[in-house]
């Protein structure tokens, strides 16, 4: 018997806001940066608030609203669904290898090391599902392939959980660190994910019912890519014509990183997808 208990937002929210700040994180932003930011930044705000004329009961909503947003935890959900983006877009411009996508509130480092041709962790419930296999190569951006890169694998299940953040999945469940062999080749045996509502239970659900959105994301597998002197990737592929593609609550598909999948004669969905690294940033 399959359990899906759903997972609160609560519960997710605060899961990823553990992780997060389990690390501490600097930028070299200098004070003249932050204070041409943090200017525009209010004054863009104030004019705002000057154009729609904004009222003192909807002022005690958004900080009441605020507040409920960082007591549950969700400041990495919503920031994520909502302003990363834009930050992977603009950091993305100088680089010619495989688009980036957001990386967003569910990655765990650390998940079971594979080789190039592997299977990823899953419940006996998973494996009844069809089987999803994606092959390619890790190349550098002259196509000469990169031995012993490793692809942190990541993705919901049929029923759009995350392990780690869904009591009632194993703590790796459809997670895998696979380094490639000698030429950067690998083939990755998986299944397909599902589409999934980001957690509607919370501050942040609230915002969107509020606003009259939909909270859906599309079907994707979650991707970090990385190689000794070479840019790291993360990126998200995503699968043509699947629902949500062209309405992404978090507006991170691209259409450089669909995929088609194809049946082979075992009855697999099969797609071959390449991954081309920059060199490094100093």
């Not at 997972?7 to 997710?12: E, I, K, R, T, V």
């Not at 608030?49 to 959900?77: C, F, M, S």
């Not at 495989?98 to 080789?115: C, D, F, Q």
């Not at 049946?263 to 991954?275: H, P």
Request: aromatic share 8%; proline share 8%; with cysteine.
């Amino acid at each position: 018997m399959t359990t899906t208990t759903t997972p609160s937002a609560a519960g997710s929210g605060n899961a990823a806001t553990d992780k997060f700040t389990g690390e501490r994180f600097t930028a070299d932003t200098s004070p003249e940066r932050l204070s041409a930011i943090a200017t525009e930044a209010l004054a863009d705000l104030g004019a705002l608030i000057q154009k729609h004329a904004i009222t003192y009961p909807e002022y005690r909503v958004l900080k009441q609203w605020l507040i409920d947003v960082g007591e549950g935890g969700e400041w990495p959900l919503l920031l994520d669904v909502f302003v990363e983006h834009e930050i992977e877009d603009v950091n993305s411009r100088n680089f010619q290898g495989t688009k980036g996508s957001i990386e967003g509130p569910y990655y765990v480092p650390g998940a079971p090391e594979l080789p190039a041709q592997c299977t990823l962790p899953m419940r006996d419930e998973d494996r009844v599902h069809t089987a999803l296999v994606l092959r390619g190569q890790v190349t550098d951006l002259d196509g000469a392939g990169l031995g012993g890169a490793v692809i942190e694998l990541w993705h919901a299940d049929s029923d759009g959980f995350y392990s780690q953040f869904a009591p009632h999945l194993p703590e790796w469940n459809l997670r895998g660190t696979i380094v490639t062999d000698t030429e950067g080749h690998f083939d990755i045996t998986t299944i397909a994910p599902a589409p999934y509502q980001i957690p509607t239970d919370g501050p942040t659900g609230q915002f969107i019912a509020a606003a009259g959105w939909h909270p859906w994301r599309p079907a994707h597998l979650h991707l970090r890519v990385t190689a000794p002197g070479k840019q790291p990737i993360i990126t998200q592929l995503y699968f043509a014509g699947g629902d949500w593609i062209d309405d992404d609550v978090a507006g991170a598909t691209k259409p450089e990183l669909l995929l088609d999948p194809r049946l082979d004669d075992t009855g697999r969905k099969v797609v071959t997808y390449n991954f081309a690294l920059d060199p490094a940033v100093d």
